[in-house]
C-alpha cells in the first residue's frame, strides 16, 4: 500500500493567516487529540498578504500550519464522509464563510522511534510495514504527530481528483 504526506503548502495558491493571539493561545496546534469541547466557533482567519501570496487563488484544501489543512465548504462536502473516520472539522470564519480547520485525530503507532535523537523527529520516517493502517485512511504518527499528516492508499487522491479539488499535495514516501 502507498504512504503518503499529505499537506496544503501548495505554492500555486495562497496561505491562511490568524491573528498573533490566536497562535500564541496553540488554538491551531493539532496533536491527535481532540479539540471539539473547547472550539469556539468565532476564529477569524484571512489570506496571509505577503508577498509570497501575491496574486494566488484560494485553495479548496488549505494551508495554515504544520499539522493540520483547512477546508472550504466545498471540500467539506466532497471529503466530509471519508474524513471524518480519522479526525473532526473545527468551524472557521473567512471573509464572512464558514471553512474548517482538519484535525487529524488518527493515531497510528506504525514508524520506528529513533530513541532520544532530537533531530529524528524531523527526518522522513521509517514505517513499520505490519503496523500500518490496512485500509486507505489518514492518520499521524506519535513522535510527528503535531506536525505532519500520512495518507495510506490512494482513496483521499481519487477523491481530490474526482471532484477536482484544488490545494492538496501528496508526497509518495514508499516506492
Do not use: H
Not at 10 to 21: D, R, T, V
Not at 24 to 35: H, I, L, P, W, Y
Not at 127 to 153: A, C, H, M, N
Amino acid at each position: 500500500m502507498n504512504i503518503y504526506e499529505f499537506n496544503a503548502l501548495n505554492k500555486n495558491y495562497a496561505s491562511y493567516a490568524a491573528s498573533e493571539e490566536a497562535f500564541m493561545s496553540r488554538v491551531f496546534s493539532t496533536n491527535g487529540q481532540s479539540k471539539f469541547a473547547d472550539w469556539s466557533d468565532n476564529i477569524e482567519i484571512q489570506f496571509n498578504d505577503d508577498s509570497f501570496n501575491k496574486g494566488k487563488g484560494i485553495p479548496d484544501i488549505g494551508y495554515l500550519t504544520v499539522g493540520s489543512i483547512i477546508l472550504s465548504a466545498k471540500a467539506l462536502k466532497c471529503l466530509g464522509s471519508y474524513l471524518s473516520d480519522f479526525g473532526e472539522f473545527l468551524p472557521l470564519n473567512f471573509n464572512g464563510e464558514k471553512c474548517y480547520l482538519y484535525n487529524v485525530t488518527n493515531l497510528v503507532d506504525c514508524a520506528f522511534n529513533d530513541g532520544d535523537d532530537p533531530l529524528a523527529a524531523l527526518a522522513a520516517p521509517k514505517f513499520i510495514t505490519e503496523k500500518l493502517p490496512k485500509k486507505d485512511s489518514v492518520f499521524k504518527i506519535p513522535p510527528r504527530k503535531s506536525v505532519q499528516l500520512y495518507v495510506s492508499g490512494n482513496s483521499l487522491q481519487k477523491l481530490i481528483s474526482d471532484n477536482n479539488l484544488t490545494g492538496g499535495v501528496f508526497k509518495q514516501l514508499n516506492e
